[in-house]
């Protein structure tokens, strides 16, 4: 007896067993750690070994106390065992004997690693035009074409340089877009937060490269909080992009990290983010906990600030940038690709408060769910009363892949005036078994099949990721689908 | 030089979905050269019969056999069926949003190419061909930038089958009730298109509930197909007798 149907099927199982998450290996490397816990001594120590001024221990100190009086929010459709935060390792540095002036001196190991990550700190990639600020667990290792960039006068440095070197900046804009009390986990990012970038475009100035961060988890047991803040001034441009990446553990690593995005009268930034933490094994053991609070505001009138992101990766995604619209004819975008696989389970959206006149904004969220995983999308389109003749687009899309994945669309819609105008579109579609059928038929191999729709179905997010990201987009969702179509 | 295999040939073969028995003991042998058409009311186990020699991953062969060119393909995934020479027109061709006609007919084209060796043509040069085919079934080049099969009229699916039909150069078609749903002249066009497609070196396989596809392509064998076995065989003449006394005038 030949049962077609269990063929096919156990094709596809022996792949998912063979799945593997290629950058799930770590560095051993001597670390500078600070004990475990948090308290306000751990904050002392952080702010000490970071030779902080005064500003800044405060700033830590009150967003401690805000932070101990809070509790962590419930309400994302996320199911999750109780995180211990006097477990965590709140700062871990891999060991510098002094501070680097070259490239060359850091620790070869650290070097490599990156390298096999497949981000080259060294020269060659001036050819790619793109400018790389490496964080590795709690520390910035390496931020490349300073010396480029600072010609045109951008400032793009890690953000514990910013705080020594442009303490005014840092002043006023750090906390200026998420408050420290914004929220449980933007609290605690503000009272632990070890690394992270800073850029600065001064006015008149199209940044000459495309800025990027890389961030990686090594150590199982330290949490990762970066700050990331990003200035544009007046009638200026740039765009960033964002990597992450985790080795595989066990046990969950916890990710919280704050980006505030700040857009003068009529400058753009673009923030693109391919996130693929280690997001747990078959079973949904492991990886990394990602609690991100990731706001932009567009400040001046015709600013713009646009969100683009990819979310392939940890087990838990708890994560809405959002755009506060307060410049008059401003604009805010949100483009997103959320898969989940396995046991993973994402809460994502967006987040557009319009305040001035005719401001803008466009949502576009594309959802795949496989496996038993749950995905959610989560948004809140608020056009207040004085955001005169605003516009808002949504569309969410949701795709499921097998028959024990979960997919959720909670829109919240507010208008406050009758001259604003919005629109929102929603679908979810399957990926069947007579579709797969079909192309099979014409001699299409599944895995092709597979590719072929799925970048069907996110074509409208990759043409907004900048030409190398898309492709890594692509690729990378593929392989994190392998094997979920049977 | 003549082949001492038939195109195709069905031993014996039983087939359950869900441990439900659809065809039982079917027997059919198909050379080249010959149009076979299969006749029969609804739930016989036509459509069953042909997803299972495509290979349709939801259906248990029990027993039987299914040679294609002497070898049995049984332990075959459908794409190596497809690679060997069996199409199969649905008789609903499913929609793939967020994938252009353009490309999937290329990658399917592209996929053959590969399995026997021969090089892969690119965007341009596969223009030129497409459109040569095109033509066969009067469609517009605009369906190529269109998703497969989204937003298409009933009688537009049934003549993009019959193109990627004719652009797989199939030994072996399965049309499944294609001529279902269209009009006239659609019909005409259709018949036409598989007419000019056939040769002796081919063989196609009709299912169809009418009569009407017959007056326009002429079939060497009528079989008429009950309770998933075939219980009548005859010439074309059978189809008209068929269409004037009914089913049930083969009821025993």
Redo the contacts between chains.
């Keep these: 007896?030949?049962?077609?149907?269990k063929?096919?099927?156990n094709k596809d199982i022996t792949k998912l067993v063979n799945q593997t998450y290629q950058y799930g290996f770590s560095t051993n490397i001597e670390k500078d750690i600070i004990e475990k816990g948090l308290n306000e001594k751990t904050i002392q120590l952080i702010s000490r070994k970071k030779k902080e001024t005064s500003f800044l221990l405060q700033f830590r100190l009150k967003a401690y106390k805000k932070w101990k009086q809070m509790s962590e929010p419930k309400w994302a459709h996320l199911k999750f065992p109780e995180i211990n935060y006097q477990e965590i390792i709140y700062y871990s540095a891999p060991k510098l004997k002094k501070k680097l002036k070259d490239l060359s001196e850091v620790d070869p190991e650290l070097l490599k690693t990156f390298e096999k990550l497949g981000i080259s700190l060294s020269e060659q990639k001036r050819l790619a035009n793109v400018a790389i600020d490496a964080v590795f667990d709690s520390v910035s290792i390496a931020t490349t074409f300073q010396d480029e960039l600072s010609k045109s006068g951008v400032i793009f440095a890690s953000i514990s340089e910013a705080i020594n070197e442009y303490p005014d900046l840092i002043e006023k804009y750090l906390g200026s877009v998420v408050p420290i009390g914004d929220n449980y986990f933007s609290a605690l990012n503000s009272a632990v937060f070890t690394d992270g970038s800073f850029c600065y475009i001064p006015q008149d100035t199209i940044c000459p490269l495309d800025l990027s961060t890389y961030f990686r988890i090594n150590d199982q047991k330290s949490g990762q909080f970066e700050r990331t803040l990003i200035i544009a001034e007046k009638n200026s441009q740039v765009n960033y992009l964002e990597g992450c990446t985790a080795p595989q553990y066990d046990t969950n690593q916890l990710h919280a990290a704050v980006v505030e995005l700040v857009a003068l009268e009529n400058a753009s930034i673009k923030y693109s983010t391919v996130q693929n933490w280690y997001s747990g094994n078959k079973w949904g053991k492991g990886g990394v906990y990602n609690f991100v609070t990731k706001r932009g505001l567009c400040a001046g009138s015709n600013s713009k600030i646009s969100w683009t992101q990819v979310e392939t990766g940890s087990s838990i995604t708890w994560k809405y940038p959002s755009c506060l619209l307060v410049g008059d004819n401003s604009q805010g975008e949100f483009y997103s690709v959320a898969l989940t696989n396995n046991y993973q389970q994402a809460d994502t959206g967006t987040k557009m408060i319009h305040m001035g006149k005719n401001t803008r904004s466009r949502i576009i969220s594309k959802g795949i769910s496989a496996g038993n995983s749950k995905n959610s999308y989560r948004g809140l389109v608020n056009i207040t009363n004085k955001a005169l003749s605003a516009r808002n687009y949504s569309q969410c899309d949701s795709l499921l892949i097998g028959n024990l994945s979960n997919a959720n669309t909670f829109p919240f819609i507010s208008v406050q005036n009758s001259t604003s105008k919005i629109e929102h579109e929603a679908s979810t579609?399957k990926i069947g078994?007579?579709?797969i059928?079909?192309?099979?038929?014409?001699?299409?191999?599944?895995e092709?099949a597979i590719e072929?729709?799925i970048?069907?179905?996110c074509?409208e997010i990759f043409t907004e990721l900048p030409l190398e990201f898309a492709a890594e987009a692509d690729k990378l969702l593929t392989l994190k689908l392998e094997g979920s179509v049977g | 030089m003549i082949s001492k295999y038939s195109l195709l040939e069905i031993k014996d073969l039983q087939v359950s979905i869900n441990d439900n028995e659809i065809l039982k003991k079917l027997n059919l042998t198909i050379e080249k050269g010959e149009i076979h058409a299969i006749m029969g009311p609804n739930g016989s186990g036509k459509s069953t019969f042909s997803k299972v020699i495509a290979g349709h991953p939801s259906y248990s062969v029990l027993n039987g056999e299914i040679l294609f060119k002497g070898s049995s393909i049984l332990n075959l995934e459908p794409e190596e069926r497809s690679h060997l020479g069996i199409f199969l027109a649905f008789q609903y061709p499913i929609e793939i949003p967020g994938v252009s006609n353009e490309d999937f007919l290329r990658l399917a084209y592209n996929s053959k190419q590969r399995f026997y060796n021969k090089p892969e043509v690119d965007p341009i040069e596969f223009l030129g061909i497409i459109n040569e085919k095109l033509k066969l079934v009067n469609m517009s080049p605009r369906f190529l930038s269109r998703n497969v099969n989204e937003g298409f009229s009933g009688g537009e699916k049934k003549r993009n089958e019959i193109l990627q039909m004719l652009l797989l150069n199939p030994d072996l078609s399965i049309l499944d009730e294609t001529d279902s749903g269209l009009d006239i002249d659609a019909l005409k066009i259709i018949s036409k298109g598989i007419n000019n497609f056939m040769d002796s070196n081919k063989a196609i396989l009709l299912i169809t509930h009418y009569q009407r596809l017959l007056d326009y392509i002429n079939p060497t064998y009528v079989h008429v197909m009950q309770d998933g076995q075939i219980i009548k065989t005859g010439s074309a003449k059978l189809a008209k007798e068929l269409e004037e006394k009914g089913y049930e005038w083969l009821q025993i």
Aim: cysteine-free; glycine content about 6%; charged content about 25%.
């Design positions: 007896m030949v049962n077609q149907s063929k096919v099927l579609s078994e007579e579709q059928f079909y192309f099979l038929q014409r001699g299409i191999e599944l092709k072929l729709m970048s069907g179905f074509k």
